[in-house]
């Protein structure tokens, strides 16, 4: 499989070490809009083009992708407010776009026990939080991944009507309270409180290679089909709609 990779800072090689693992091959490696354009001989001959670049460049970058008819594995987030638009244009124009505010296999796992616990705790007295922490180079806040979270509490409880970041106004808000140090892959903890006891679920990247190897295996799966996708449709995991 031919790669091109939008977005080469440390999350852009350390996938490229997961693709060269599985024998596929880099075509390109794109770091701004210079690129795009200078390389785009190359950018052609790929069969997908993997996008971990910023948020404010992303939504332009699958636009390109869908312009250049290359299928798009996309693991920048940010861009949530835009991701309906996208999904839109994806099916208009018949493209293929996979899309994950997290491509690591155990926070997805994370992401169907949060669902359950929040549909089983819903009707008792617990309070909660979500405290996310990652490494200083990261530009968006919260991070996807917390959002995420946070969403699907949302929709399956009937007291928390938002999410805020760092300062809880109102009883009915969702408080996700967002970290950066160092060089933290990834630290996501979702906290349920009472007057009794505390209950809590956790997820702890040791390092991005499980982020990389997600990617790749998302790329590899999306070959040949066109729609919106997401870990779920490749993972199967849908305990909770």
């Known amino acids: 499989m031919k790669i091109a990779l939008s977005g080469y800072g440390k999350m852009g090689q350390e996938i490229e070490k997961a693709v060269l693992e599985k024998n596929h091959v880099i075509v390109a490696k794109i770091d701004s809009a210079e690129d795009w354009k200078n390389l785009e001989q190359d950018i052609k001959k790929s069969d997908v083009i993997i996008d971990f670049s910023q948020p404010?460049?992303?939504?332009?970058?699958?636009?390109?992708?869908?312009?250049?008819?290359?299928?798009?594995?996309?693991g920048t987030t940010g861009w949530e407010n835009k991701k309906e638009q996208i999904r839109e244009l994806c099916l208009l124009k018949n493209q293929a776009i996979f899309t994950a505010s997290n491509f690591s296999i155990g926070v997805n796992i994370l992401f169907e026990i949060n669902k359950l616990l929040a549909n089983l705790i819903s009707k008792y007295p617990y309070d909660l939080t979500i405290e996310e922490t990652h490494?200083?180079?990261?530009?968006?806040?919260?991070?996807?991944?917390?959002?995420?979270?946070?969403?699907?509490?949302?929709?399956?409880?009937?007291?928390?009507?938002?999410?805020?970041?760092?300062?809880?106004?109102?009883p009915s808000d969702l408080l996700i309270n967002s970290f950066r140090k160092g060089e933290v892959p990834g630290t996501h903890i979702v906290k349920y409180e009472s007057d009794i006891d505390e209950l809590e679920i956790k997820h702890t990247a040791k390092n991005r290679k499980g982020f990389a190897k997600g990617a790749v295996s998302a790329a590899e799966w999306l070959m040949g089909k066109t729609g919106f996708f997401e870990m779920k449709d490749m993972l199967g995991t849908k305990v909770i709609k």
């Open 56 to 74: 404010d460049v992303v939504v332009t970058n699958i636009q390109k992708c869908f312009d250049l008819n290359i299928p798009a594995v996309v």
């Open 135 to 170: 490494h200083i180079h990261k530009k968006d806040r919260p991070s996807g991944t917390a959002i995420e979270l946070a969403n699907q509490i949302i929709k399956l409880t009937e007291n928390k009507h938002q999410w805020i970041i760092d300062k809880e106004t109102d």
